[in-house]
């Protein structure tokens, strides 16, 4: 018998190995399959990242650039300044567009009235502005024959890049025949050439593609966050540093933290309703200024701002708190001695990944009216303006097909302002961070 239960429990045994073996193997190959399902999942991930960035590329990269031609303008002093003041308004009533005219006639050289409107339509919208703001600048330049650079018009510029077909029949083309055959005129000549737009970062908004820049949507997307900090930071701050080492515990702080946590999770659209209905409706400030735009993001912010500063706060160790209690420090002086100066990373790294969040958001700056059309420059806060991202979203609504590329180049600068606060961020954390 025992020899039996000898073979038995050997047998046994071997049954109990195979089955820990077959188990193994189980879970092996789980682990496998979920370690192949995540690498699949990331470079999924990662190919829509890279499609995304090469097609916003492929189209940016052309926007920066755009064909120019160089012609040979005579200023003539009494013609460029009918009042002799060489005041601005002087110049600009002045007849600059005729003498820029005259000088692209002199190359192109076209035959009566018919040929004559058709080569109006090469040159940009503002090429009398170029010619006045030159003279503005250096009024020495009067009475001179020089080369000045003006930008294509957008037809010619799509042509010069292949989107309009030579061979397109004419009805079917923007731009006839006789203005193609003086364009060819001007290459022929050497005077066409294709290089970095001067527009895309001076310019501002135009209906004209070959003349918007971004310059007025930057600044003013500077200026509302500017706004957006000022007011943000400080009230997110202090309701953290409140309610992590201040606040009793009871239900009426609980409430309070919940609806912060609730609020970080609404869509920015309801910010934009409540800044239209307040600021705008009750207070009735003006639409379309930065002012109210960065109070809108400002409150659209402070959740995150609030959320991460707690954070921040909470993760100092509480060997800080207890040897600061141990010297006699009180409850405000451990707070702003100890802890604030250790959770400042935290709190700035928080604060300016909520204002890049805000940067990228569209929806609530539209209903406050900032998708105005603004072709000014915005100087303060209190004057009209408009913002990158509304600037894309006015931009990719517009028919020409150079605006197509100035999207995307915008889109570009915009990627760029995000990267350089998120490196921002980053290195304050790096630099002010102190690690346990």
Known sequence: MSNNNKNYTLMDAKKAEEIVRSNVKKRKRKDI???????????????????????????????F????????????????????????????????????????YKEINPKGRKQKKAAKKILSSNAEIRVAQMVL?????????????????????????GYIKRDTPERDRRINDTVIKFVNVLVEKNLVDYKFSDYILSGSAS???????????????????????????????????????????????????????NLAAVPSVVFGILGLAIFIGVFGMPRSIPLVGGMVLGIM????????????????????????????????????????????????????????????????????GMVAFIVDIPNSIQEPATVLPVQIFMWADFAERMFVNKTSSATIILLVFLILMNGIAIFLRNKLERRW
């Open 33 to 63: 399959v979920l370690k192949s399902i995540g690498q699949f999942a990331i470079f999924v991930a990662l190919s829509f990242l890279v499609f995304l960035f090469a097609s916003i590329f492929a189209k940016g990269i052309p926007g």
């Open 65 to 104: 650039f755009q064909h120019y031609v160089t012609l040979e303008v005579n200023l003539d002093q009494k013609r460029l300044d009918p009042k002799g003041d060489l005041s601005a308004d002087s110049l600009y009533s002045g007849d600059a567009r005729k003498l820029v005219l005259e000088a692209l």
């Open 137 to 161: 600048e250096n009024p020495s330049l009067l009475g001179k024959t020089i080369p000045i650079t003006f930008a294509l018009d957008d037809d010619i510029d799509s042509f010069l890049r």
């Open 207 to 261: 209906r004209s593609p070959e003349i918007a820049g971004v310059k007025g949507a930057l600044i003013g997307s500077i200026l509302t966050l500017f706004v957006c900090f000022i007011l943000s930071f400080p009230i997110g701050v202090a309701t953290a540093i409140y309610l992590e080492g201040f606040a009793p515990k009871n239900r009426i702080t609980e409430i309070i933290e919940i609806n912060i946590n």
């Open 301 to 368: 912010t402070l959740p995150t701002i609030i959320i991460s500063s707690r954070a921040a706060i909470s993760a100092v160790p509480p060997s800080i708190l207890d040897a600061a209690y141990g010297v006699g420090a009180s409850k405000l002086q451990t707070m702003f001695h100890h802890v604030i100066p250790l959770a400042i990373p935290g709190m700035l790294t928080g604060t300016i990944i909520g204002m890049a969040r805000a940067l990228g958001e569209t929806a609530p700056l539209l209903m406050i």
